[in-house]
């Protein structure tokens, strides 16, 4: 996929904007608090519809506007071509492909979005969420059956701790089954991915750090000797006395290790970027495996996450990805020597208007 022309109505200080990016890389410019994060985030929410700035999405609409529109003509295989588009005004968020109103999870297929920015070591060093929300944003791309597995085990978890919050314990067993089942098969999922992602991100750190030594350690979040039947009714005094369900795939997590040494604890910030940068794009990597071409990256503010050496060989990756990219930095040279590059177009951005140089 590549966005082919794209319209960004009311993000942040982006009042109107129309461009027809490159298909390869888009190059964007400008001085501080032009907006160029603002644009890579209208792309991000027409993907993701969330923003990777706020939890709250309505901070990202336009101070005194009622709603923000993203949209995009999305050049396909074959040159088909789809109409993309969200609406959201604060309370309801409406997608469009086609003219059909559709669901969230069809605009993250129509458009896979992959994000680098000065925040991401967080997948290193932050919360296990943020680790699950990477691992299955993978499998989701990956497989297509994963979603209705992964939804079906979020239901019966939230039924789960209703109840036992609500100390309503007859109905529990009745969620434990549907919560053991579906459970299982998302940690299948799980353990499959982490098996294919072990060697991409091995390669991707041997281009990035020169490094070799990097490993994987998935803890899917019950005891490893019981399956989830087993432990749910192992915890069933604590989860009734805490009003949640302590043992589940909600409680996954993944460490990084360098050479048997916790990543996160030894490595310096500027490795553990690089790290989160090789994570990053090995997803992408697997990706462009069974869909080529079909993820969108985004990379704000380039300067501040790589030195010279790392950002010429980012844009050479780049470059051979296919992948369509647009990337942030507040002067044209801090991407480097443009005379290497093929199949570009340069952005400036100013006070939220953005014009193609
Ligand atoms: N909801 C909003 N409405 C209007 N302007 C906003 C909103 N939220 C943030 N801004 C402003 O948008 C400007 C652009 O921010 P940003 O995209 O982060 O700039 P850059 O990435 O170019 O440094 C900033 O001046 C910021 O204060
Ligand atoms: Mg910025």
């Given at each position: 996929m590549a966005l082919l022309k794209l319209d960004v109505l009311s993000v942040r200080n982006i009042r109107s904007a129309s461009i027809q990016p490159s298909p390869f890389l888009n190059l964007i410019t400008g001085a501080n608090a032009s907006g160029k994060s603002s644009l890579l985030e209208a792309i991000f929410i027409l993907g993701r519809t969330r923003s990777f700035r706020t939890t709250h999405i309505k901070q990202t609409i336009e101070f005194d506007q009622p709603c923000l529109v993203v949209s995009a003509r999305n050049g396909l295989e074959n040159e088909a071509v789809s109409h993309i588009g969200i609406r959201i005004d604060g309370k309801q968020t409406e997608i469009r492909i086609d003219q059909e109103s559709r669901h969230k999870a069809d605009l993250a297929y129509a458009l896979p979005v992959q994000l680098i920015h000065p925040k991401s070591y967080r997948l290193l060093d932050g919360g296990p969420q943020l680790r699950r929300e990477f691992l299955d944003w993978g499998i989701f791309n990956q497989h297509r059956g994963f979603l209705a597995n992964w939804r079906k085990f979020g239901k019966a978890l939230q039924q789960r701790n209703a109840l036992l919050k609500a100390r309503q314990y007859k109905q529990l067993s009745a969620w434990d089954k549907e919560l053991a089942e579906y459970g299982r098969l998302v940690n299948d999922f799980r353990l499959d991915y982490i098996q294919v992602l072990q060697p991409a991100f091995e390669e991707m750190t041997n281009r990035f750090l020169n490094a070799t030594g990097v490993n994987l350690t998935f803890s899917r979040g019950w005891d490893n000797k019981l399956n989830l039947e087993q432990a749910l009714k192992a915890d069933l005094e604590k989860d009734m006395r805490y009003?949640?369900?302590?043992?589940?795939?909600?409680?996954a997590d993944f460490l990084c290790y360098s050479h048997n040494r916790l990543a996160k604890d030894y490595l310096s910030r500027g490795q553990q970027k690089l790290l989160v940068l090789a994570l990053l794009l090995s997803q992408v990597n697997l990706l462009n495996q069974i869909a080529p071409n079909s993820c969108c990256i985004l990379i704000d503010d380039l300067t501040a996450e790589l030195d010279t050496a790392n950002r010429l060989k980012l844009l050479e990756y780049l470059t051979q990805s296919g992948c369509q990219v647009f990337m942030t930095a507040t002067e044209l040279n801090d991407f480097g020597n443009l005379e290497v590059l093929k199949n570009y177009k340069v952005f400036h951005v100013e006070q939220g208007c953005i014009k193609q140089l």
């Open positions: 009003g949640f369900t302590h043992s589940g795939p909600h409680r």
